[in-house]
């Protein structure tokens, strides 16, 4: 019987940490969209990537995971550059672009 127990609360709490990802990866995506459209380069591929997951405490004090994401843009079309969005919960925490050519 505890078996059971323990198999359904570690399903529960990975359908919770897909759902919280996923909704942290569209706020991310919508952050990245504005931030190239703000500095007049194009969005590559309408998506970020997943690239690290650290768990650490908010201003209040509250341990949230830290979750970075990367994107590519393109300033000539000639070019790849890459930028990243780091959020803290569902929160954007900040954004860095690669040095990029102006066209």
């Known amino acids: 019987m505890i078996d059971n127990g323990l198999t359904i609360l570690l399903l529960f709490g990975l359908a919770w940490f897909w759902w919280d990802s996923?909704?942290?990866?569209?706020?991310?995506?919508?952050?990245?969209?504005?931030?190239?459209?703000r500095?007049?380069?194009?969005?590559?591929?309408?998506?970020v990537g997943w690239k690290k997951l650290r768990i650490k405490r908010n201003r209040q004090g509250r341990l949230q995971f830290q979750r970075t994401y990367f994107f590519e843009f393109a300033s000539d079309m000639q070019q790849r550059y890459q930028g990243e969005v780091v959020m803290l919960g569902q929160v954007v925490?900040?954004?860095?672009?690669?040095?990029y050519r102006v066209s």
Do not use: Y
């Open 22 to 37: 996923r909704g942290a990866a569209e706020i991310a995506i919508s952050a990245a969209k504005d931030s190239c459209k």
């Open 39 to 47: 500095i007049e380069v194009t969005f590559l591929n309408d998506t």
């Open 93 to 99: 925490n900040k954004i860095n672009l690669d040095v």
